[in-house]
């Protein structure tokens, strides 16, 4: 069954800091995993997309890797800033399976 | 620069009502789709078009209608609401098929079903 997991499913840190949030997916065949931004009452926006052939990819202070041999993706997010609270979600294949997101919130 | 508009932003139903949920785009934009959002889920994709003319179903697509006369315009109408179909509604464009390129979304319509 093609499905996308991701962990944690919430997370609180300190402004600051530094996150790794966790991306598994099942679906088969692979084509690209994607990472969306969804702000409380807004759309998601994509962050940062990563193909077969790619281990790490950056967006500003975001950096995607994936280990196409375990089917998992992380996005890592440095020096967290009070925006970054968000639900960040985890994509495969486009516009077909969606993981359920992981919530950050970013406290002062 | 509008980008992907969704109207009305909240909208409160009676079961048994019918209601269109619109979607317009402005970025020439051959794929649209629909997604409902239901806490603890993902997004699921209800209903998509390549192009003009051309409609397919998603995951979820009963209870739903869509029809795409226009490229810019993608309306999801609800035939008889049920409280079911209480959730966030988010309409998306992107370029081609939608493979391989970043969706756009719009902010979503919040909708309930009494």
């Known amino acids: 069954k093609n499905q996308v997991e991701q962990s944690p499913q919430s997370l609180i840190i300190l402004e600051g800091k530094n996150c790794t949030l966790q991306c598994n997916y099942t679906v088969s065949p692979f084509s690209n995993l994607r990472w969306y931004k969804q702000d409380t009452g807004r759309g998601p926006v994509s962050l940062t997309i990563?193909?077969?052939?790619?281990n790490t990819k950056s967006n500003g202070r975001y950096t995607a890797t994936l280990d196409a041999d375990t089917k998992q993706s992380s996005l890592h997010i440095t020096a967290s800033q009070l925006s970054d609270s968000a639900s960040y979600i985890c994509?495969?294949?486009?516009?077909?399976?969606f993981g359920t997101g992981t919530s950050l919130t970013v406290i002062p | 620069n509008a980008g992907v508009t969704q109207t009305p932003k909240f909208q409160v139903l009676k079961t048994g009502q019918s209601m269109t949920l619109q979607c317009a785009q402005d970025?020439?934009?051959?794929?649209m789709s629909w997604y409902r959002q239901d806490p603890g889920m993902g997004l699921r994709l209800i209903h998509y078009s390549v192009g003009a003319g051309i409609t397919d179903q998603g995951e979820v697509p009963n209870g739903y209608n869509v029809s795409r006369s226009t490229t810019e315009d993608f309306p999801l109408r609800l035939l008889s609401a049920a409280p079911s179909q209480t959730s966030v509604y988010f309409c998306?464009?992107?370029?081609?098929?939608?493979?391989?390129?970043?969706?756009?979304f719009g902010d979503g319509t919040r909708l309930s079903i009494l």
């Open positions: 990563m193909t077969f052939s790619e």
């Open positions: 998306a464009s992107s370029r081609g098929t939608g493979f391989g390129q970043p969706q756009h």
């Open positions: 994509v495969g294949r486009d516009q077909f399976y």
């Open positions: 970025m020439n934009h051959e794929y």
